[in-house]
């Protein structure tokens, strides 16, 4: 685990490699295959990661668990689309976030469990029957 | 002005109980209930700094703890899906009970503010929504409390920059939709029948249909789409046993559901509009920026229009649902035929 932390990884690394033994070997901050050595691209790499956990504010990573993930994971591909101005795939994402957490590994949110765990009845609300008026 | 805010005080006694039976001790909230509370900016204040969230001055919150204290009630709130450091001692005055009574009120103060502001996202069709849900707010008045009007624009003048989380969420339906809908409440609550399982098409198809559409026509943004698209299905899974049946779909369920069989393979459209009414309840636990929301709103509503487009072959008409036999043998044929 140890070590790693604080250095960039410079190099193209085999991330095929390193994407099969999920996390928590290598560095936070491992290289992307098309940021290769250059200065940078390091930077870039470095900035990506800081924006991502700025996102994480918004979007914590245990919403991730839940039966919101998929809106979750929206709202961050979004919030780096705007950062970077480009767009981000979920995969993308997923892969950036898993330089940080085992996302199999988080406990589901309580909140989450919480919200469809008691069984009611549909109601249509009481605004459906009225007639809309111009 | 003197006899108004006479009335004023006996609404805000009605509107602090919201409709519910106060146990003997006064206690108007139990532990682990669910309720909305008011807050003010100062509780996003350092969030919105970071240009973090979207201004909601309504939450959904969760009661932690009740004490009295100094002869008055308080209760340790927990403002769910944020974090627990937001949690706080409130008294009763800034809760209440999650109701749709009180989603109504909270809409139609919104309502209001809207109006004054302008609108997030200027859409005709919301213009004419905003329309009708002011009717509705009036009525609701004329009908609870004659002096709950007044109450209103007080409201709306002391607290001018709340916005109603549940309004902000809330999303659209076309008219014709909502039609379907109410169709479907009579035939299934008031003439016993149901729509015949396995539909065709299935939540999943209908859900692929409109990715593909997006595919061919746009492209590259069919990711975030695609996200999106992914997020209703989990949801409907979800929330199908949970809140979208009417009581009388229940057997039916049991019947058509075993193993693990996924609901949107086996439901159809009647049921997916019923997630969008319940959208804004599932989706108030989930914290997102204004502008993203604003996206995924745009998408949701493309999506209805799609439906819209295709309402003939998605939705049954309401002469196709089926007589329920279960419930029909035992509460005596046909009543309604």
């Not at chain 1, 668990?65 to 995969?91: C, K, N, P, W």
């Not at chain 2, 009647?270 to 997630?275: N, W």
Request: glycine share 6%.
């Amino acid at each position: 685990m140890g070590g790693g932390n604080d250095e960039v990884v410079v190099g193209g690394k085999d991330k095929e490699e390193e994407e099969q033994d999920g996390m928590s070997v290598h560095s936070p901050c491992k290289a992307l295959p098309s940021s290769a050595s250059s200065l940078s691209k390091e930077q870039s790499e470095v900035e990506l990661e800081l924006t991502l956990l700025e996102a994480l504010e918004i979007y914590p990573p245990v919403k991730l668990r839940g039966i919101h993930r998929h809106f979750v994971l929206y709202g961050l591909m979004e919030y780096l689309g705007r950062s970077f101005d480009r767009q981000f795939t979920a995969d993308e994402v997923l892969q950036l976030l898993d330089r940080f957490y085992n996302i199999e590994m988080l406990k589901s949110d309580d909140e989450d469990v919480d919200v469809l765990n008691h069984e009611e009845d549909f109601t249509l609300p009481q605004s459906y029957f009225e007639k809309e008026e111009e | 002005m003197g006899s108004s805010s006479k009335e004023d005080t006996a609404s805000d006694g009605d509107t602090a109980s919201g409709g519910a039976s106060p146990s003997n001790d006064g206690r108007l909230f139990t532990e682990g209930e669910r309720v909305l509370a008011y807050h003010g900016p100062r509780v996003y204040g350092a969030k919105a700094k970071l240009n973090l969230s979207r201004p909601l001055y309504v939450s959904l919150i969760q009661i932690q703890k009740v004490e009295l204290r100094k002869k008055e009630w308080k209760y340790f709130v927990h403002y769910l899906g944020w974090n627990k450091n937001w949690d706080e001692w409130v008294s009763a005055d800034r809760l209440l009970k999650h109701t749709e009574e009180n989603l109504v009120k909270q809409k139609a103060l919104d309502k209001k503010q809207g109006v004054e502001k302008g609108t997030k996202s200027g859409r005709s069709a919301q213009t004419k929504t905003r329309s009708s849900a002011d009717t509705k707010a009036e009525k609701d008045d004329t009908k609870n409390n004659a002096a709950k009007g007044k109450k209103r624009k007080n409201e709306s003048g002391n607290e001018k920059d709340n916005v109603s989380a549940e309004k902000l969420l809330k999303i659209q339906i076309p008219a014709t939709l909502r039609k379907q809908l109410v169709d479907d409440w009579e035939n299934v609550t008031q003439k016993d029948k149901v729509v015949k399982l396995p539909r065709s098409p299935t939540v999943d198809e209908i859900l692929s249909k409109y990715l593909e559409l997006k595919t061919k026509k746009d492209g590259m943004i069919t990711d975030a789409v695609g996200e999106i698209l992914k997020g209703i299905r989990c949801y409907f899974d979800k929330a199908l046993p949970m809140m979208l049946l009417y009581k009388k779909e229940r057997q039916q369920y049991q019947e058509a559901i075993v193993d693990d069989v996924s609901p949107s393979t086996v439901y159809g459209a009647e049921h997916l509009l019923r997630l969008f009414v319940k959208f804004p309840e599932l989706f108030s636990y989930v914290n997102m920026e204004e502008e993203t929301w604003n996206r995924m709103q745009q998408t949701l509503l493309d999506f209805l229009k799609f439906i819209q487009k295709n309402q003939s072959t998605f939705l049954l008409s309401p002469s196709a649902y089926e007589s329920d036999k279960v419930v029909s043998d035992v509460k005596g044929k046909g009543k309604d035929e």
